[in-house]
Nanobody
């Protein structure tokens, strides 16, 4: 099973940027995609972006397209989420998770398809 550790969260002012990292270990990632999710207080978990480790296919939730960018560094088994123009409503705990693939371009933001989750990193957007 893949183990995931998020980092890079913190406090940022409105309009600022932050890059989250998700370091993976435990299994080769050739047949996995990695997704980023978030959960704000009293809100449902929300899928943000997903990237196929092998071929780089991506999927974004419409509300973050153009503001968030997902990328991967296969040499480091790490996936990043670059977040720009952050607003207070982006405040949440951010999680990465691993998605087993049946084909290399398979990406999804359906949480139930993911089999392993990190512990999360807090992002707070406030002045």
């Amino acid at each position: 099973q893949v183990q995931l550790v998020e980092s890079g969260g913190g406090l940022v002012q409105p309009g600022g940027s932050l890059t989250l990292s998700c370091a993976a270990s435990g299994e080769p990632l050739d047949y996995y995609a990695i997704g980023w999710f978030r959960r704000a207080p009293e809100e449902a978990r929300e899928g943000l972006a997903c990237i196929s480790i092998s071929d780089g296919s991506t999927l974004y939730q419409d509300s973050v397209k153009g503001r968030f960018t997902i990328s991967r560094d296969n040499a480091k088994d790490t996936v990043y989420l670059q977040m720009n123009s952050l607003q207070p409503e982006d405040t949440a705990v951010y999680y990465c998770a691993s998605l087993p693939q049946y084909r290399k371009d398979y990406v999804s933001l359906w949480p139930d398809a993911y089999d392993s989750w990190g512990q999360g990193t807090q992002v707070t957007v406030s002045s």
